[in-house]
């Protein structure tokens, strides 16, 4: 059986080819801060936000939809961690929002502005 990391990473992988067929720019992926992690950092070029994306995968709905495994506490942190990035950028005068990319089996599904 693979072990979590490298499902995450094979996850991953399809929430940043999904986002790039949409137009997104991969601006980095997993990045850390003491407060939190945040999977995917995009630009979406359309709207010309800063997308800080979690992606949730679930093989079926038996214990409910991906996105809903993004709890208070983790949307939270993803906040916390979302600053300390634009702060370091220089970015904290830009738009930017919170998407879930829902990995549902192989089924994506991007639920922009999610929290």
């Given at each position: 059986?693979?072990?979590?990391?490298?499902?995450?990473?094979?996850?991953?992988?399809?929430?940043?080819?999904?986002l790039k067929k949409e137009k997104y720019k991969i601006l980095t992926r997993n990045f850390n801060c003491p407060a939190?992690?945040?999977?995917?950092?995009?630009?979406?070029?359309?709207?010309?936000?800063?997308?800080?994306?979690?992606?949730?995968?679930?093989?079926?709905?038996?214990?409910?939809?991906?996105?809903?495994?993004?709890?208070?506490?983790?949307?939270?942190?993803?906040?916390?961690?979302?600053?300390?990035?634009?702060?370091?950028?220089?970015?904290?005068?830009?738009?930017?929002?919170?998407?879930?990319?829902?990995?549902?089996?192989?089924?994506?599904?991007?639920?922009?502005?999610?929290?």
């Amino acid at each position: 059986m693979l072990n979590t990391k490298i499902l995450g990473e094979k996850y991953e992988n399809m929430a940043i080819y999904y986002l790039k067929k949409e137009k997104y720019k991969i601006l980095t992926r997993n990045f850390n801060c003491p407060a939190g992690e945040i999977d995917i950092i995009a630009y979406d070029k359309q709207t010309k936000y800063i997308v800080f994306v979690e992606v949730k995968y679930r093989a079926t709905c038996l214990f409910g939809r991906p996105v809903e495994a993004v709890t208070e506490d983790k949307m939270r942190k993803i906040h916390i961690t979302s600053q300390v990035y634009l702060k370091l950028k220089g970015w904290l005068d830009k738009n930017y929002r919170y998407d879930v990319v829902e990995i549902l089996d192989d089924d994506i599904r991007h639920i922009v502005n999610a929290f």
